[in-house]
């Protein structure tokens, strides 16, 4: 038989939004010290726009859009979203491209046109040596002040444009890490995105520590560090990248509104994709575990 208080605990779940897949990662929740945030559709609504573009002068703001919109084609990165939407709403004709190649945590490749073409964040230009001209540093630099991740265009072993492309936060994460600190629990963010990028959200939401530019196979690896301290971890994700984070971690909690792979690893299910009920499944699983032991 269930135990009349799971047996609650299940139902006030449902009532409050969430799906409880596995029991034991709501009877957990009360015990947490950390919860691990991904940010990208996660703290960030995951609805991305190219807001800035500069251009090297061999090239317009509309010719590097269609470029990147037609190796971004095959990616179905938020980024690459972005960059098509954005190319389809001034009208290019966004070409077929070749030999499309993902590189997981960098960005895109492949051949538009006969052009080998390239486009990615910081990281992708650090793993090919690429010098990064003056010009595109320093708006690489103001885009990452305001937040916005940087994304290059680059030919071969030119850089030909840098993208301003920006992910705004959901107004529930404020209260949702506030509310977290308030029952005692640390925040952490985890993230594939740049230092500079990663820093601002973080500052802007006040949360404790900052993992940026984790690629996606370390992720699970950051969630046992923090087990390793001792600490008791929760992971909060949506993407196919966060599943072994979300099944390593002691409480895994899945965005509703995420990929299917993330849902399955997840423990709990945020229904309404708030996560502001992080804190509510915390204070949930005290109330409803409290006398059991
Ligand atoms: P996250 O979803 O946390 O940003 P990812 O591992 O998906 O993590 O991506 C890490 C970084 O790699 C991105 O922030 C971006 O700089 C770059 N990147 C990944 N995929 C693409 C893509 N399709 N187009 C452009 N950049 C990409
Ligand atoms: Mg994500």
Redesign the pocket.
Known sequence: AIPLVIAISTTLGARNGLLVRDRRGLEEARNLDIVVF????TLTMGEHRVVQTVTDKSIGNEEALRLAAA??RD??????RA?QKSAEAIGVEIPRSQNFR???????QAQVEGREIQ??????LKNNNLNIPKEFNEAAIHFGESGQ???YLVEGEKILAVFAIADAIRPESYEAIHNLHQLGIQSAM?????EA?AETVAKELDINLVFA????EDKAKKVQDLQKQGKRVAMVGD?V?DAPALVTADVGIAIGAGTDVAVEAGDVVLVRSDPRDVPRIVTLSKASYRKMN
């Open positions: 991904d940010k990208t559709g190796v971004e990616s179905e990165h938020p980024i690459a960059l993902a590189i997981p945590g960098q960005g895109v486009v990615g964040g910081p990281s992708l991740a940087a994304i985890l993230t594939g995105d740049s990028v530019q984790v690629l996606p993407g990248n």
